[in-house]
């Protein structure tokens, strides 16, 4: 079997989890071996028919109580033993932070080399994977040699695809887990951003040097709003303390994988491209039309986004507004 390993929090399925399923099918299907999911720490029955959902024919719930809360030596150290007990051909996860931390535990307990985020994976004698690095600005071919590769798949890398409604066996599994593994628990969360974030947002609107100014970018924050988005920067803007880096696409920022990405007064550099590179749709809006991002964009404007973005925002809410009832071409006649 492939066993993919579920990223999970308070319930909710990672987006990441469905990625690393999509990324498995074909994988398991090269390999010729059923497609299985361990859930580790958590047995809700939504967790359990989402993997179903995205391929897994069994998912093998792991329990116990130091499992209630994240912890990287916990999860890993019962995802080390759920392996030795279910004996996978390979190991998957998504290389979220989360991901790759818990499976470099297991790795690490198993004694097996990890390769992390994995673009392609060819199974063989030796394994032939290709890997990104620097937020995808290398690629490296890699070969494996492992009796049980162990592997992380690049965020973003696939978009994650249901496979219809399939119902998944479910296997327990309690793992024997000293006390002294709960060294490092998540406790709390202070979540800094509400509602739409930029690593899951569908609309991003980005703003580069060419914005002008922190105040500048109000005009990218009000678009942002009408599309139900969030607003996105280059490296310029964060080194020139415009926006917070939180906000920055990029190699030393996020990878976005929107469905539209509109960016306005960006050049493109290789280190953005490689965060923005996963979207889906791109709109450019830069003066210069010899700019990077217009030769990458689907759409480009080549005007100034002072005058571009506010009409843009200006003909959503002009198409919004509901418009007055047409006069009755009967009206007054026959009075
Ligand atoms: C190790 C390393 C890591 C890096 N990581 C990142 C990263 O994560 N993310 C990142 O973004 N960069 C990163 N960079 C920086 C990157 O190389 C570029 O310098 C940066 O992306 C440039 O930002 P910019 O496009 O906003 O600015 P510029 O390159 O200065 O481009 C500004 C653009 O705005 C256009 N413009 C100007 N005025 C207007 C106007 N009124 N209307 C429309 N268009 C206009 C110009 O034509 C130009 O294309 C990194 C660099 C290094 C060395």
Redesign the pocket.
């Known amino acids: 079997m492939l066993l993919v390993v579920l990223e999970h929090d308070r319930g909710e399925m990672a987006e990441a989890a469905r990625e690393a399923l999509t990324f498995a099918r074909p994988l398991a299907a090269a390999l010729g071996v059923e497609l299985h999911a361990a859930l580790i720490g958590s047995s809700d029955s939504n967790l359990v028919a989402e993997a179903g959902r995205h391929g897994a024919e069994t998912v093998h719930v792991v329990r116990h109580e130091i499992l209630s809360e994240y912890g990287p030596e916990a999860v890993g150290s019962a995802l080390a033993e759920l392996i030795d007990e279910v004996d996978p051909t390979a190991v998957l996860a998504c290389a979220t932070d989360r991901g790759n931390e818990t499976m470099a535990f297991a790795a690490s307990c198993l004694d097996m080399p990890l390769v992390t985020n994995c673009v392609e994976v060819v199974p063989g004698d030796p394994w032939e994977i290709t890997r990104m690095q620097w ?1 995808g600005s290398l690629l490296e071919d890699v070969t494996l040699v492992s009796a049980r590769p162990l592997l992380t798949c690049g965020l973003h890398v696939v978009a994650s695809e249901p496979v219809g409604p399939v119902e998944a066996a479910v296997e327990e599994f309690q793992p024997d887990l000293d006390e002294s593994l709960a060294r490092s628990i998540l406790r709390d969360r202070v979540v800094l951003t509400q509602g739409v974030t930029l690593p899951t947002a569908q609309v991003v609107c980005g703003g ?3 914005v ?1 100014s922190a105040d500048g970018f109000a005009i990218l924050d009000e678009l942002a709003g009408e599309l139900g988005g969030v607003v996105g920067c ?4 964060t080194n020139l303390g415009w926006r917070p880096h939180k906000d ?6 996020t990878r976005i994988a929107p469905e539209v990405y509109i960016a ?9 491209w490689v ?1 923005a590179m996963a979207s889906q749709h791109i709109l450019a ?4 039309r010899e ?1 990077n ?1 217009v030769a990458k964009a689907d759409w480009a404007v080549i ?4 005058e571009v973005i506010p009409a843009i925002t200006a003909e959503i809410r002009r198409r919004r507004r509901p418009r007055p009832p047409s006069p009755s071409p009967n009206r007054n006649q026959g009075a």
């Open positions: 937020g580069g040097r060419g002008g280059s490296r310029a803007v920055q696409v990029g190699q030393t920022g306005s007064g960006i050049s493109g550099a290789i280190q953005h965060g809006i830069n003066t210069d700019a991002i005007a100034d986004l002072h």
